[in-house]
Nanobody, 121 residues
Framework: QVQLVESGGGLVQTGGSLRLSCAAS????????MRWYRQAPGKQRELVAA???????NYADSVKGRFSISSDNAKNTVYLQMDSLEPEDTAVYYC???????????????WGQGTQVTVSS
C-alpha cells in the first residue's frame, strides 16, 4: 500500500513559521493531487491547500497569503510552508493524496498519520 510520512510539525509562537513535509512511498504509479487538511478540536476537517501534479494550487481563504503549498513530483513529496502563524492555525495537519498504484488501477485516496501544529499566543 501507499504510505505517507509527515514531518515538520511542532510548537511555534504567533507570527512564526513552520514547514511541513509529506513523503509518499510504496507502490505508486501516479499521483494526481496532493492536499493538506487540518482538524482542530471541535471543528470540521478543513482543506487547507491542494496542488495538482501540473502545479495548480488552491487555498482556504483563511490561509491565503500566509501558506504556500509546493511539491517535488520526482520525490512524491508535498510541502506546506506556513508563515505568520496564528493561534487559529493550531490543529492536526494531515497529508492526503489521490493516486493510482498501477497503470490500470482506479484512483484511490490515501492519508498520512497527521502531525500536530501548535501556535501559542
Amino acid at each position: 500500500q501507499v504510505q505517507l510520512v509527515e514531518s515538520g510539525g511542532g510548537l511555534v509562537q504567533t507570527g512564526g513559521s513552520l514547514r511541513l513535509s509529506c513523503a509518499a512511498s510504496g507502490r505508486i504509479f501516479r499521483i494526481s493531487v496532493m492536499r493538506w487538511y487540518r482538524q482542530a478540536p471541535g471543528k470540521q476537517r478543513e482543506l487547507v491547500a491542494a496542488i495538482t501534479r501540473g502545479g495548480s494550487t488552491n487555498y482556504a481563504d483563511s490561509v491565503k497569503g500566509r501558506f504556500s503549498i509546493s511539491s517535488d513530483n520526482a520525490k512524491n513529496t508535498v510541502y506546506l510552508q506556513m508563515d505568520s502563524l496564528e493561534p487559529e492555525d493550531t490543529a492536526v495537519y494531515y497529508c492526503n493524496l489521490d493516486a493510482t498504484t498501477t497503470a490500470w488501477g482506479t484512483v484511490r485516496d490515501y492519508w498520512g498519520q497527521g502531525t500536530q501544529v501548535t501556535v501559542s499566543s
